[in-house]
């Protein structure tokens, strides 16, 4: 039913209660001419007269009291409907559907989703980590975080930080096998590389040299497709890594990892959130997208400065 006809069938029920077009009209905010025209293409596109009408009266006919007495329920069923799913929009409560990496994202999610939960009981949080890109639509997602640009066109999205990339060894790697000082030295260690979910691919350590960008490929000692495991085989001291600094930074500042070949570090890449139409949204979705916002917006938490990245790998050369 188109939405002129749900307007005709307002402007007939009021006008019956009311008893009058014109009062129907101006609860409607309308001409009495328009109301009236509004009845009559009604009438015209149900085949059948439901007013007997003159300047002064109206009257039902027989098939306009079986039509009112059948579409003045529906109608107040339709906007109770309204009601209800307008209530449900503006509470904090229900399903809530984020995808995000795998990589290495679990140490920055789990305390926004751990924060959101205790404010707010009753969500229902609905996480998927996937290193794959899906369909946004087909996840039926309501916020997803990505390393890089949105995978859809049609999305809202929000750069939060730069993400890091650090070469990184524990101190007990360093001290049975020393410190590279250049990339050319790298093929002399046991180094890690991370091998793509979805293609299976060893992928390129990525470091600035003069400025740019450049894949630089390492023979690995170990590879894997997890990020969590390559940071503990680090940390086990059997490989460098080139980790991430959502990863790497925490660790770092505990002492626990050194930076390795600070100079070549790169953060071309940022973390990003992404969503669907703002106004629209349910306030459980706005609420964690504003806590989301006010938590990692460029957050430190999970970046280190250049005086951090000196002193701890001056720290871990001397000893």
Partial sequence: MAASDLRAIEIFINAIELGSIRRAAAMQGISPQAASQA???????????????????????TEGQQFLEEAKPALASLA????????????????????APKYAFLPLLWPLIDEF???YPEIEPDIKLDDRIGSWVDERTDVGFRIGHPPEEGLFVRRLFAMQLIVCASPG?????????????LSEHRCSTFRHPG?????????????????????????????????????SGHVIGLLSGLSAAPLIRAGKLIPLLTRHMTDHMSVHIYYGSRPA??????????LTVERLLDSSDYVLDSHELAEAEAKGHRS
């Fill in 173 to 185: 790697y360093l001290a049975t096998r020393g410190a590279p000082t250049s990339i050319a030295q």
């Fill in 199 to 235: 293609s299976g691919r060893v992928l390129p350590w990525l470091l600035n040299v003069e400025g740019e960008v450049t894949s630089v490929n390492v023979r690995p000692a170990l590879s894997t497709n997890d990020a969590h495991l390559e940071t503990q085989a680090v940390l």
């Fill in 117 to 119: 939960c205790t404010r």
């Fill in 39 to 61: 009845l009559s293409a009604l009438e015209q596109r149900l085949g059948v007269r439901l007013l007997h009408r003159t300047t002064r009266r109206l009257a039902l006919t």
């Fill in 281 to 290: 949204q349910p306030a459980r979705v706005r609420s964690f997208i504003d």
């Fill in 80 to 99: 109770r409907a309204g009601d209800r799913i307008r209530n449900v929009k503006d509470s904090i409560a229900g399903p809530l559907r984020i995808i």
